[in-house]
């Protein structure tokens, strides 16, 4: 089986840095992504890994360590629009996806 | 955005009615995907397809059928539904590829009363 698990809240200050943690355990392991969540709307897809290291997409940058099997995503230059949720995934295979349970970012002034 | 709705958005129905809830897709993806979303339990996998007529099972499966007739349309099933699966429902499709990437669609607010 597969099994997740990052923080359920973070809170962070406008302009400054997040990192979103996220560890797992699973039988098949293709890559890690990353999605986000706002309230009453569907996720979007952010950032895949499938080597090891730091992939950067303009102020997001996710990290894959597969020998540590742990992942996290940074956030930079944090915006009030980057309150939401964010959920990590491992892939096993081309079929299934597992998520995380989520963590709700909170961006105050 | 990728060609994805779900219908409908919204649904109040009464506990042991059938309900179906239907996928339509314009990207011609060959997999694709229904989830269930309560709080503290993320998105759970209900049922995928991997093609026309070929569905698996996922974690939550229990209570729900699929069907997959048509490369663009996958129809979620509740054959008697039930208080417990009150839950916002949303489809995915997958591009070919190694990558996880999915795209979902606005979701269906299902309540059971």
């Given at each position: 089986?597969?099994?997740?698990?990052?923080?359920?809240?973070?809170?962070?200050?406008?302009?400054?840095?997040?990192?979103?943690?996220?560890?797992?355990?699973?039988?098949?392991?293709?890559?890690?992504?990353?999605?986000?969540?706002?309230?009453?709307?569907?996720?979007?897809?952010?950032?895949?890994?499938?080597?090891?290291?730091?992939?950067?997409?303009?102020?997001?940058?996710?990290?894959?360590?597969?020998?540590?099997?742990?992942?996290?995503?940074?956030?930079?230059?944090?915006?009030?629009k980057d309150s939401a949720s964010y959920f990590?995934?491992?892939?096993?295979?081309?079929?299934?996806?597992?998520?995380?349970?989520?963590?709700?970012?909170?961006?105050?002034? | 955005?990728?060609?994805?709705?779900?219908?409908?958005?919204?649904?109040?129905?009464?506990?042991?009615?059938?309900?179906?809830?239907?996928?339509?897709?314009?990207?011609?993806?060959?997999?694709?995907?229904?989830?269930?979303?309560?709080?503290?339990h993320g998105l759970r996998l209900i049922h995928?397809?991997?093609?026309?007529?070929?569905?698996?099972?996922?974690?939550?499966?229990?209570?729900?059928?699929?069907?997959?007739?048509?490369?663009?349309?996958?129809?979620?099933?509740?054959?008697?539904?039930?208080?417990?699966?009150?839950?916002?429902?949303?489809?995915?499709?997958?591009?070919?590829?190694?990558?996880?990437?999915?795209?979902?669609?606005?979701?269906?607010?299902?309540?059971?009363?």
């Amino acid at each position: 089986g597969q099994s997740l698990e990052q923080p359920s809240e973070v809170t962070a200050v406008e302009g400054a840095i997040v990192q979103i943690n996220c560890t797992y355990q699973t039988s098949g392991f293709y890559g890690l992504s990353w999605y986000q969540q706002h309230d009453g709307g569907a996720p979007t897809f952010l950032s895949y890994n499938a080597l090891d290291g730091l992939e950067e997409t303009g102020r997001f940058s996710s990290f894959l360590s597969r020998s540590d099997s742990y992942g996290y995503l940074l956030l930079q230059e944090l915006q009030m629009k980057d309150s939401a949720s964010y959920f990590c995934a491992v892939s096993g295979g081309y079929q299934k996806v597992t998520f995380g349970t989520g963590t709700k970012l909170q961006v105050i002034p | 955005d990728a060609g994805i709705t779900q219908s409908p958005r919204h649904k109040v129905t009464e506990t042991g009615t059938p309900v179906t809830l239907r996928c339509h897709q314009t990207e011609n993806h060959r997999y694709m995907y229904w989830y269930r979303q309560d709080p503290g339990h993320g998105l759970r996998l209900i049922h995928y397809s991997y093609g026309v007529k070929d569905t698996d099972k996922g974690e939550v499966s229990d209570g729900y059928s699929v069907s997959r007739s048509k490369t663009e349309d996958f129809l979620l099933t509740l054959e008697s539904a039930t208080s417990s699966q009150t839950s916002v429902y949303f489809c995915a499709i997958r591009p070919p590829g190694p990558s996880s990437e999915q795209y979902f669609g606005p979701g269906t607010r299902l309540t059971v009363t």
